[in-house]
Structure formats: structure tokens, C-alpha cells
């Protein structure tokens, strides 16, 4: 029988039931030599703590996180709260000894960021984790352009080219802790520029070497107060009040940047691209083939090999559910009985685990050293911004 590691939640939004069931259907998908215990809930006072401790498995609940960190049951402590608290709640559990896995952005400024990362260093070397939900890399899609980028199938890559576009910030929208900087660090940007500069590191395993040409926007500037409800992300359809208040963060971000070994990229983050719902997309040009991905098609990379005589070049479909070629996909379905965004949660979890008990990850997991040099190019697009500029990575420790 696996041993069990304990762990214990903080946040029952819409990150808490996305990582309730990851963590409930782990261990029925993954053969594993550690098992997830779903042992303590923590969240606000305001939520029906209770209820949803009983829909998602979790054995107790509690309105005090600092309570769930001391718990000797609590081996991981999942941090899914606002940007904010990730560095206190972070921290003080990396202090207290266990492992972390935060969600994204690492944090709202580079400063948490830093204080964060030089936390889980300390804590390392007592044998505890870090590691942050950048889930997307385990879309099998994405984990399979990894692949084929370190075994040269790309040969030397030109370009870089990512968006990460939604549409359900309009006016409408009311002013959620997502568009108050205090409580978000920024906008659209760390939201969902965090998500590609990760994915585009990941799968080009180079660094940034400068950012350039930034420009960044903030078209609704006054929002309704929202009063409960709604949509999970936008609050939409949920109760207002007739109070507004200023929205202090970005609608959109973006910026052009140079990797290390030379590639050129550029980026757009927006909530604002009517239209366009998930559409978290990357393309890749090398010498010897291009690859790109959509979220909004999650389960398919398109594929062009430059290898080819010219009359047969042209862009494959690749259907990334072969449980033989393609990463995690085995764990699930027969091929081509597709999966969701949910799995990529799942996928994660399971490589904690296996990470937990001394083995390697089917591919890298994002730690806090890897997540803070995504939240390091952060910052470098807002400076470039402001100051008009391109900036040097060095410039930014
Ligand atoms: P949400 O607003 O739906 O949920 C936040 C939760 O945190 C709520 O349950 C709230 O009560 C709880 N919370 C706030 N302060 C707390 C405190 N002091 N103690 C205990 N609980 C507290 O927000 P959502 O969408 O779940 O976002 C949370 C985090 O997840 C953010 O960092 C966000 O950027 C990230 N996120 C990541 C996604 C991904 O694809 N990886 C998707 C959506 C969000
Ligand atoms: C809202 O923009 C959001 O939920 C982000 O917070 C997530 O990180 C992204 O994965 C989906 O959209």
C-alpha cells in the first residue's frame, strides 16, 4: 500500500473544486508510490465551507489557514488563493517545514517573488518542495512540443510567437479582486502573460535575454461592485452594487522579446479580445519544423516538418491521445476519447507525488526558481512599459 502524504487546501474559489478533483481522481488515473489525503480545507468565513468539504472529499475545514499549516496531517500545502496572500501563506508554510504547491503568478510583485523563491530554497535543503500551478505544461499537447523541441525536431528556433486572449473583462464585468492591483499585482498580464512566458520557456528550455516594445492598456477604467455570485471568473450574471469603484490594473499587455540563444518572440495578453474565450496559443518556427498549439483545441499540436520535399510540407493535425507517443494521455482513455482542462490538474498531481517519493516528473514541474524567473520577464514587460524601453534581463536580479 502507498504511503500517504497528507494535504491540506487554502482557497475554495474556482482553483479549490479545480484542485479538489485533481487531487480526489490522482490516485484512481495514476499508479503512484505516494496516495493524496484530501485532510484539511481552509477558506473564508463568508463560504459554505462545510458544503463544499463534503462534495469534494476534503476530511476537515477550517477559517483558519495558519491552523491547516501547524497540522501534522499536512504534508502539502496547496495555496489557491488570490495573488496577495501567496507569499504569506506560501512562506509560512515552507517555514513550518512542508511542501507547497501555489498557484500562478508566483505573486504580484517581484518582490514576493523573490522572498518567496529564497524561502523554498531554504526549505529545499530540509527536503520540502515548491512548485506552482503552471498546469498548462501538462496539457499532453504542450508536454509532447517539449519533447520534440529537446530531441532537435525543431533544429534552431527563430520564432516565438504567444497569445493569451479571453474576452470577459468588458464593462460588465464587475471590479473582482482580479482588477484591483493590491490584491492581483496586475492584470491581464501576470493573470495570463504568466501562463505563456511559462509555456514558451518550457518548451524552448532557453531564457529571456531582453524585453522590448511594451505597451499596456486599461480600456474600463470604473467597475460596478460586485455583491456575491456570478460566473466563477467574471462574476457575470452575480449581484452588483451600485457603487463603482477604479479598476488599477492592465486590460492588456504586450511586448516582444529575445531569448538566449537568439530566438525572437512577442506576447499579447488581453482580456478585452472579443471573440476569443480560452485562446491560449503558441507557435514555434525552427529550421526544421514549426509546431503550434491552442488551448481552445487542447488536445490537438499542429505539426509542419520542413524536413520534407517542398511539395509535401504542409501542417499535420496531431491528435495528442496515443498513449504510446503522447505524455499522461495513457493514464486516461483509449486514444481519441479526448480530455479536458481538469486533466492537466490531475497530470500535475501525479508527478508531485511521484516527485514526493524520490522519482522524476514525465516532464519538468515549474518550482519557484523556475517560476520566478516567468515573474522576473513580468516585470521586465511592465518596466519596458512605463519606461518606454527595452530591458535587459540582467537589469532585473
Ligand atoms: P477565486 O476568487 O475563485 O477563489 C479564491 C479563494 O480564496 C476563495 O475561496 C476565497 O475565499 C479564498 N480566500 C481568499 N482569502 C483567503 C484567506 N485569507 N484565507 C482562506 N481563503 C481565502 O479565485 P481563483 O480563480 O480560484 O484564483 C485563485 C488563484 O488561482 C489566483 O492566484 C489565480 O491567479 C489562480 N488561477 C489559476 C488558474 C490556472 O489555470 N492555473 C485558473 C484560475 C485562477
Ligand atoms: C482568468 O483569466 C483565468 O481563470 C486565469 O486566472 C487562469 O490562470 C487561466 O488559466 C484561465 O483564465
Not at 314 to 336: F, K, Q
Request: aromatic letters at 10%; proline letters at 4%; one cysteine or more.
Amino acid at each position: 500500500m502507498a504511503k500517504e502524504i497528507g494535504i491540506g487546501l487554502i482557497g475554495a474559489g474556482f482553483m479549490g473544486r479545480a484542485h479538489s478533483n485533481a487531487w480526489d481522481s490522482v490516485n484512481q488515473f495514476f499508479d503512484l508510490p505516494r496516495h493524496a489525503g484530501m485532510n484539511i480545507l481552509a477558506g473564508h468565513h463568508s463560504e459554505d465551507l462545510a458544503a463544499f468539504a463534503r462534495t469534494w472529499g476534503w476530511k476537515q475545514h477550517t477559517t483558519d489557514w495558519h491552523s491547516l499549516i501547524s497540522d501534522e496531517s499536512v504534508g502539502i500545502v496547496d495555496v489557491a488563493t488570490p495573488n496577495n496572500f501567496h507569499r504569506e501563506m506560501a512562506v509560512a508554510a515552507l517555514q513550518a517545514g512542508k511542501s507547497v504547491v501555489c498557484e500562478k503568478p508566483l505573486a504580484g510583485t517581484l518582490e514576493d517573488a523573490r522572498a518567496m523563491r529564497d524561502a523554498a530554497r531554504k526549505a529545499k535543503r530540509k527536503g520540502a518542495n515548491a512548485w506552482v500551478w503552471f498546469n498548462y505544461r501538462r496539457c499532453p499537447a504542450v508536454a509532447f512540443a517539449h519533447q520534440l523541441v529537446k530531441s532537435g525536431k525543431l533544429g534552431r528556433i527563430y520564432h516565438v510567437r504567444a497569445q493569451y486572449l479571453q474576452d470577459w473583462g468588458g464593462p460588465e464585468t464587475p471590479l473582482l479582486w482580479r482588477f484591483i492591483g493590491k490584491e492581483a499585482g496586475s492584470g491581464a498580464h501576470g493573470d495570463l502573460n504568466a501562463h505563456i512566458i511559462d509555456m514558451a520557456r518550457f518548451i524552448t528550455g532557453d531564457e529571456f535575454s531582453e524585453v522590448s516594445g511594451a505597451i499596456q492598456e486599461t480600456f474600463i477604467t470604473e467597475r460596478t461592485l460586485p455583491d456575491g455570485g456570478g460566473s466563477a471568473i467574471s462574476g457575470k450574471g452575480g449581484a452588483r452594487r451600485k457603487k463603482t469603484g477604479r479598476s488599477t490594473v492592465d486590460d492588456c499587455l504586450l511586448f516582444l522579446g529575445r531569448f538566449k540563444k537568439g530566438a525572437v518572440a512577442s506576447f499579447e495578453a488581453t482580456r478585452l479580445a472579443t471573440g476569443n474565450q480560452n485562446a491560449n496559443r503558441i507557435e514555434i518556427n525552427g529550421e526544421k519544423g514549426s509546431i503550434r498549439f491552442d488551448f481552445e483545441r487542447m488536445n490537438e499540436l499542429g505539426w509542419w516538418d520542413h524536413t520534407l520535399e517542398p511539395g509535401l510540407r504542409g501542417w499535420s493535425r496531431i491528435m495528442c491521445t496515443d498513449g504510446e507517443a503522447h505524455p499522461y494521455v495513457a493514464n486516461y482513455w483509449p486514444a481519441a476519447h479526448l480530455i479536458g482542462y481538469e486533466h492537466c490538474f490531475t497530470s500535475m498531481c501525479s508527478d508531485m507525488l511521484r516527485v514526493a517519493a524520490g522519482r522524476k516528473p514525465v516532464v519538468p514541474l515549474p518550482d519557484f526558481e523556475d517560476a520566478y524567473q516567468t515573474q522576473r520577464v513580468l516585470h521586465a514587460a511592465v518596466r519596458s512599459a512605463k519606461e518606454r524601453a527595452p530591458i535587459r534581463m540582467s537589469q532585473v536580479k
